[in-house]
């Protein structure tokens, strides 16, 4: 019998074929005591196992590409993450084996994490991954990961890690459902980086029966269960009506009577262009430099390297627009050479530009760096600041580009409420806003974006949300001056209609989204727009507000 589920649609499409679960975690290893003149060798096998799993991420996410790259090599040095090596030598040095030694060192570390506030709580399920790939090494058992099969089918997982996510081959994985996870995780990042369907936080989807054929539509977030033929012809039709108006979309963003709305990628680096570029993207409006610095925790990337990764990117789009935003340090991109070790709740501390003014030589380089990266280029580059709370700091940050030399626009992005909702003294020191919808949404809400069970709250359709966006593109527009979208929100096609009613100048989304949102908002007007995007800040919950503006969309 037909039953439907209902999750958190995380990336568009719809995938119909059997369940097939993720492989099981590693087994607890046994505590078992090993005579002191084991010790040393024990210990080798754990360095040379964290070796070898760190460098099986790094060549998985060369193979990978793009932001998943940055993610892996993340990973990799949280596995060899030198006071995480040490503890698990000492436990050695006292009497457990190797795989024990691993698996206790990472539950240590991973009740810190639990308990370092939400924000950081969010990489636990990497740590978790990291982990289950150095025991099962150590204990000779096949690593955890997707299943083996050759018949395509879908993925249903706790959890996926970065290192599953990434190699997924989208050939064989139809699409993927997860128990956990939310809207801006890393694996709905990555999913749709690789334009796989996919649906998060769905409650008790481990239960499903290997075998079974499921239907996940990642637009809505409904799974359906055993589908009826009726069903599965009705999703295919939508799926081939949609694959069609994609294919009949091109060139720039516009609504149907013409009022132009810019699409634009966001990029982690010059692996990210290619797919940028054939997408259609008009430029980029969000390159998130900070994982050029994740690849040596130890110190900030020296100019040159920056100058040549800053350049690719910028040469990728001439006389197109690229928005460049200057590291993002802190909470869940900590950085040892930057960021303190011991705060209480990173997410509410030192992160962001407020990192970068307390290193002012760092943010001197980058910005130099970026400086010298555009000269002789007819590129618009504009520079932007993360984490900006008040007038005071945009300043800051106006000021530094300034004394660096840097002929670019200078931007604040909205991720603070403070900064929404004092929007237009901010905008007496820089010349646009870009609105970050994940933290906006986190600060707003107090929901971790990494945590499942906070979802409903980090959904960009919440009202609330909403306000502060129209109330930064007012502000703006009483200005004279733009305020775009680089959240996640606006790779939603229909938010991107209500983003673009609220008076919203652009938006920048994932490559893989950006023909969907140019279809969708080619079929209508602005006033249909703006009538939408009332209608949603009128409800008073998310699926209401989606409800709604979806009403007034289709004309109903």
């Not at 982990?131 to 996926?160: F, K, Q, T, W």
């Not at 993207?281 to 920056?306: H, Y």
């Not at 504009?382 to 700091?393: K, L």
């Not at 929100?489 to 100048?505: I, M």
Request: include cysteine.
């Amino acid at each position: 019998m037909e039953t439907t589920l209902r999750g958190v649609g995380v990336s568009h499409g719809v995938a119909i074929g059997e369940v097939r679960h993720m492989g099981t975690a590693v087994l607890e290893p046994p505590a078992k005591q090993i005579p002191a003149d084991e010790a040393e060798r024990e210990q080798g096998r754990a360095r040379q196992a964290v070796e070898a799993v760190a460098a099986d991420l790094i060549a998985r996410g060369n193979l990978a590409g793009g932001e998943a790259q940055a993610v892996l090599e993340a990973q990799a040095l949280m596995a060899q993450d030198p006071e995480l090596m040490a503890d698990v030598e000492r436990r050695i040095a006292v009497g457990s084996t190797a795989e024990r030694g691993v698996y206790d060192a990472f539950a240590a570390y991973r009740a810190l994490l639990a308990g370092a506030g939400e924000y950081l709580a969010g990489r636990v399920a990497d740590l978790d991954d990291v982990r289950n790939r150095i025991v099962a090494r150590l204990l000779g058992v096949p690593m955890p990961g997707v299943p083996d099969s050759d018949e395509p089918y879908v993925l249903i997982a706790r959890d996926l890690a970065p290192a599953d996510t990434a190699l997924l081959d989208p050939t064989l994985v139809l699409g993927f459902v997860t128990e956990e996870g939310g809207p801006t995780s890393h694996s709905a990042i990555l999913a749709r980086a690789l334009g796989v369907p996919a649906v998060v936080a769905l409650p008790g989807a481990g239960e499903l029966v290997e075998g079974t054929v499921i239907a996940v539509d990642g637009s809505t977030g409904e799974i359906f269960v055993e589908p009826s033929a009726e069903k599965r012809a009705e999703l295919e039709r939508a799926a081939a009506e949609r694959k069609a108006a994609l294919a009949a979309s091109s060139g720039p963003g516009a609504t149907s009577d013409g009022h132009k709305v810019p699409l634009l990628a966001n990029v982690g680096g010059p692996g990210d262009v290619a797919a940028a570029v054939e997408a259609g993207a008009e430029g980029v409006g969000l390159f998130r430099t900070e994982f050029l610095f994740l690849d040596d925790s130890k110190q900030a990337p020296a100019e040159a390297k920056q100058v040549e990764a800053y350049r690719k990117v910028l040469e990728a789009f001439p006389e197109g627009r690229v928005v460049v935003r200057v590291l993002d340090a802190g909470a869940d991109k900590p950085l040892d050479f930057l960021t303190p070790a011991d705060e209480p709740n990173p997410a509410l501390g030192v992160r962001g530009l407020r990192t970068l003014l307390d290193h002012p030589d760092v943010l001197r380089t980058q910005l130099t760096a970026l400086a010298k990266a555009a000269e002789g280029l007819p590129v618009y580059l504009e520079v932007m600041a993360p984490m900006v709370a008040d007038r005071i700091d945009a300043k800051a940050f106006a000021d530094a580009c300034r004394e660096a030399g840097l002929r670019a626009k200078f931007g604040a992005m909205v991720e603070i409420p403070s900064a929404a909702l004092r929007a237009r003294s901010i905008l007496q020191e820089v010349e646009f806003l870009s609105l970050g919808t994940n933290d906006l949404a986190q600060y707003t809400f107090a929901a971790d974006r990494q945590v499942g069970a906070v979802s409903r709250l980090q959904d960009p359709w919440q009202p609330a949300l909403l306000d502060l966006v129209a109330a930064s593109a007012e502000a703006a527009k009483a200005e004279g001056k733009s305020c775009g979208v680089c959240g996640e929100a606006a790779s939603d096609p229909e938010l991107a209609c209500v983003l673009t009613g609220l008076g919203v100048t652009s938006l920048s989304m994932g490559a893989a989204s950006i023909p969907y949102v140019r279809a969708t908002l080619a079929k209508h007007t602005l006033a249909q727009c703006e009538r939408a995007a009332a209608a949603a800040r009128a409800a008073d919950t998310a699926e209401d507000a989606r409800a709604a503006a979806r009403a007034v969309l289709s004309g109903e």
